[in-house]
């Protein structure tokens, strides 16, 4: 992939750096983009079809979405919509490797998601399930939600902090992947 230096295009690198409402709104699209057809499948996989395959296709797609349109575009469409790019902390285009670790809270948690549902289709009892909310009762019973959402609020909250505190606009997973979001 060629790498261009993006710094080039601005006068003043001071201003170039995204906003937290921009990232935010980004966030949004793409939430809503990769849940219009994730959401049917989840659900119907979770209530009626139980199958372990498309449980790894919707779960793939959640897991690649960012990191694969963040290198090979240098944003997601939601970014794009925006105007704004990932880029190194050179100011170029990232690579693979990169946009994975600035990536990494949101592939561990459907990470996480892929192997418990994965168990819970193998447990007997799991057939009975055939609604969202016994789906959510059910899953309360072998996994401790509270403690994982408690976990995973502390680090959005951590990595928000870093966001909104950084000159340069970087958040915790940005440090993590070593990348800064700009507008282009």
């Known amino acids: 992939m060629q790498h261009n230096n993006v710094l080039d295009e601005f006068d003043n690198p001071e201003k170039i750096y ?33 199958s372990s395959v498309i449980l790894l296709i919707y779960g793939i797609i959640g897991i690649l979405y960012k990191p694969f349109f963040e290198w090979k575009y240098g944003a ?28 990494i809270f949101g592939i561990m948690t459907k990470l996480f998601t892929i192997a418990s549902t994965l168990y819970f289709f193998n447990l007997i009892q799991f057939s009975t399930v055939s609604t969202m909310k016994e789906y959510g009762k059910f899953s309360r019973n072998y996994i401790s939600t509270s403690q994982i959402f408690a976990i995973y609020g502390v680090i959005i909250i951590v990595d928000m902090i870093f966001l909104l505190t950084d000159p340069k606009k970087r958040a915790l997973h940005d440090r993590i992947g070593g990348t800064i979001v700009i507008k282009k």
């Open 18 to 50: 995204s906003t937290f409402k921009e990232r935010l709104f980004a966030l949004f699209i793409d939430g809503m983009i990769v849940a219009s057809f994730t959401i049917p499948l989840e659900r119907f996989n979770l209530t009626e079809w139980k």
């Open 76 to 103: 997601t469409p939601g970014k794009m919509a925006l105007k704004l790019v990932v880029v190194d902390t050179k100011f170029k285009n990232i690579d693979i490797k990169e946009a994975l670790f600035r990536n």
